[in-house]
């Protein structure tokens, strides 16, 4: 990292004053893992291999499952049926558990497994378990792997631990044919722990309290035409894992996220700009109607390819908020081909209403309600907070009502980590190209709120957007570019500190609780109750400073330079200013920000130059010094990103203003310096007349 000057210390000392207060909530609790060594591979569906089927007894609801399957899968069916019948079992969890063969294959037929058996009251040292911990927002406990062994159906429906190579498929036409359904009697419906090789296809997990799919500690799965449906938290969780693959996939009326690559095997933390490979891949997969589309808490080496996430909350959100997650900060993700629109779905009306306070079978998933377990913008494409070398290129992200792309700085404490290097370790070398902005794949205009929402802080983060985007916006003005090498020109950003308005947006939309419904009213990422535009804690600051520092910018401009031309033209430039500025904070409009600051900029100026005329130095040149930084800030937000400096003009304005409040205030109450020295004697205006006689007599010539 590079040299952090004692000054920008002090301004991170005051930001961590702010948010220390505020302990993170974690996404989810999860035991140690350890660190994958990485020999393992993506697995290989098979066709032959040992076969254990899985079936019910119901003839007639079988017969109504297979009625529109074509001919020859019909066929394959029935002849499996028979043979299950004879020797096959009622629950996959007794055929997994009677799975002891290298490469087994389990077939499960048409229907919907409930897996009665898992749902009996634990016996005997499983009844009072206790875990390491309780998870600190749902109070379950932590369990260690060997726990989960010895009493796998206390959180489990389904329970795959330390078995290799199992391969679970479903042979209905469709991934809905064959249901694995947990009721919301169990936390996780299928998990499968320490299990590498284990590929799932064509089947559906549903209803779980926490996670429809589980995979854990696995170096080595394959999700394929699977769906994750109705869970209180994630259709597809994958955590500690390496080599993993999901494909065709689709997640949907989950309160986090359709698919959670959180934790994945961080393989890449000391590569550049070009990783050897991905520890998961996710591709030809669809994430709609959920609270996120994708999540990836520590979601490292993940390549996200040709999927659509459309229809949620947030589309995508790939971060370093959360604390107690292996591989912090996230690094080296890459989204390319997908197609990330229309995410303005609002579920927090459920909060509000009522609904999810009820017990989960009565809260009504099944038909379209989603419980919001975490606090992400409604309206917004993309979330990247935190995160360190990612590439987003070529997607299409459009009709996203709050923003295409917010990227903010996450310090190191937000996940306890509180030494000093990690609170400037994010979000670091992230390059956005190529994206079609506010455009369809059939090239119509779909305007995002804002294209780009940044807070201003990061290394080495660049831009470039296609050609046929509309009209790119962005709430920070110019963006660093990317050059042809992909990689940011020789004058891209450093700041290590994020604008000072960003961050405390982003401090006040954090503030979001499941636990105490608490809704922060003055951020405006919670859709229907959302703040207005004039409750914005970003326009509320804005509107604030403008008004304490105007009134003391006229109460000194009366007090001192009424009479003087210059200082009445400031005046006049500062409230315009002042105005253009609020009104570009509420609009997310640099341009009009820049303009404003160019402005006040100005008549600070030239309010500086005359309070120096009438003897007030001291408060001139702290007058100059705001003025020389609102200058700077005016380019840095309307003309081009100022390189080369580790904070924003903006950071520095505000605290000389900090400054300068008080120091105004003081200088309005001490008498004028002409005032206070003694009066001079009064000149003779009468010019001095020589005495004659003492004039030499003049020479004759």
Known sequence: MRRITLGTAAVLCAYLVIGLGQAPAAAHDERPTRTLDGSGSVPVYRTEGPTLLVCKTDKAAFDQAITGFAPDLKAQNEALWTQCQANGYRHLQAAVDAANLPGTIIKMLPGRYQEEPSLAPAQGACENLSGLRKSALYKYDVLTLQQQLDCPHNQNLVAIINKHGLQIEGTGAKPTDVIVDAQYQKLNTIRADNADGVYFRNMTAERSQFNAFYIMETDGFVLEKTVGRWNDEYGFLTFAVDHGLYTEAEGYGNGDSAFYPGAASNINKDEGYTPPRYAVEIRNSYGHDNMLGYSGTAGDSVWVHDSVFTHNSTGISTDSAFPDHPGMPQNHSKFERN????????????????TCQKPYDQRGYENGVVCPVVGVPVGNGVINPGGNYNIWRDNYIYGNKYSGFVTSWVP????????????????????????????SEKGEAKPNGVDYWWDGQGVDNCWTTASDSVDVSSNIGPLPSCGSDELPTALGAKRYIGEPAGTLKMYSCAQYSLQSQKMPIDCDWWGAYAASTSER?????????????????????????????????????????????????????????????????????????????????????????????????????????????????????????????????????????????????????????????????????
């Not at 937000?637 to 409040?661: D, N, Q, T």
């Not at 008498?671 to 206070?676: F, G, I, P």
Request: charged share 15%; aromatic share 10%; glycine share 10%.
């Open 339 to 354: 197609v990330i629109a229309d995410n303005n779905n609002d579920y927090y009306r459920y909060h509000k209403d009522g």
């Open 412 to 439: 190191g404490f937000v996940r306890n980590d509180t030494a000093f290097a990690a609170q400037f370790d994010t979000s670091n070398h992230n390059r956005y190209l190529n994206n079609h902005m506010g455009v």
């Open 537 to 701: 804690i970003e326009v509320r600051w804005a509107f604030g400073e403008a008004v304490v520092l105007g009134l003391l910018f006229l109460a000194t401009f009366y007090r001192r330079l009424r009479r003087s031309p210059v200082a009445t033209a400031g005046a006049g430039l500062v409230a315009a200013g002042f105005v253009l500025g609020v009104i570009g904070t509420a609009q997310y409009n640099a341009l009009l920000e820049g303009i404003g600051l160019g402005l006040a900029g100005l008549g600070w100026l030239a309010l500086g130059l005359r309070l120096r005329r009438v003897g007030r130095g001291a408060l001139g040149w702290l007058t100059l010094l705001v003025a020389a930084f609102a200058l700077l800030g005016a380019v840095d937000r309307a003309v081009v990103m100022i390189p080369f400096i580790p904070v924003a003009p903006s950071l520095i304005r505000v605290l000389l203003e900090v400054i300068w409040i008080p120091t105004a205030i003081v200088s309005l109450f001490l008498r004028d310096k002409s005032a206070a020295e003694p009066a001079a004697p009064a000149e003779d205006p009468t010019p001095d007349t020589p005495d004659p006689s003492s004039e030499p007599t003049p020479t004759p010539a």
